[in-house]
Structure formats: structure tokens, C-alpha cells
């Protein structure tokens, strides 16, 4: 439509209206896009939470490290979820294997990184950081 009209003034205006529609659209999207990621992490979470098998806690275990890969926002998901204290307890549970409390300390190193600006919410976490040092 924009390249039919010839009033520079309407050309203008539309313009403005396209890109704000467009920001607006943007902005729902990165939203809709966090609550599904969000929703993923807190199926791992509970998986690991729920899980008798050391294979599939080690696997998905596995899972969540390489989400920290992808930066800042997915560890503060991550976070967010209470993933940090479900990975908390395998460390201290001298019940799985080393390689699995191998990747849920990765997991937390990626989590509680220095470099990350919403430490805020590990309060919880730090009560217990006596023992998972020790582990």
C-alpha cells in the first residue's frame, strides 16, 4: 500500500504505524518465545526432579548445560525455574555417579557466573552453598 500512495504527509504516517505495529509484534514475539523456553526448562526440572535413573538424570542433565550455552537469557531461565536448587541436590547426593554431578556443577558454574547481572534470586541457593562446595 505504502508504494501506491504519492502524499508524502500519509507516506509518513503509515510508515510510523507499519513500524510501531512491527515493535509491538516483536516484542510479543520475544515474549512468547521466553514462556515456551521457560516451559521447556521447567519439563527438564521436573524430569531430573522426578527421575530413578541415573541415565536419564545424566542425560538431562546433559540437556540443561548445553542451554547454558545460548547465554545469559536461558541461565536466568534456568534460574528462574529453581533449576540451580534441583541441581543442588544431585551434587550434594552422593547417590549419582560423578560424571552426572560432573554436568550439574557445570550447570550451576554456567548459572551463577560472575558475568551475569540477575544473581539476585540465588539467595536461596547461597544457604546451601556449604555443601555443595564440599561436594
Given at each position: 500500500r505504502c508504494l501506491q500512495v504519492e502524499n508524502e504527509h500519509v507516506l509518513k504516517s503509515m510508515k510510523a504505524c507499519v513500524s510501531e505495529?512491527?515493535?509491538t509484534l516483536g516484542q510479543h514475539f520475544g515474549q512468547l518465545l521466553e514462556l515456551a523456553l521457560t516451559r521447556e526448562v521447567q519439563a527438564l526440572v521436573r524430569k531430573i526432579d522426578a527421575s530413578d535413573?541415573?541415565?536419564t538424570t545424566e542425560a538431562t542433565t546433559?540437556?540443561?548445560f548445553s542451554l547454558t550455552q545460548e547465554g545469559a537469557p536461558l541461565c536466568r531461565i534456568i534460574a528462574?525455574?529453581?533449576?540451580?536448587?534441583?541441581?543442588a541436590d544431585i551434587l550434594t547426593d552422593d547417590s549419582h555417579s560423578e560424571a552426572t554431578r560432573?554436568?550439574?556443577a557445570a550447570v550451576v558454574a554456567q548459572v551463577t557466573s560472575p558475568h551475569l547481572p540477575?544473581?539476585?534470586?540465588?539467595?536461596?541457593?547461597?544457604?546451601s552453598m556449604e555443601e555443595i562446595v564440599t561436594a
Open positions: 505495529t512491527l515493535s535413573n541415573i541415565y546433559g540437556n540443561l528462574k525455574v529453581d533449576g540451580v536448587l534441583c541441581l560432573a554436568e550439574a540477575f544473581t539476585q534470586h540465588l539467595s536461596s541457593f547461597l544457604e
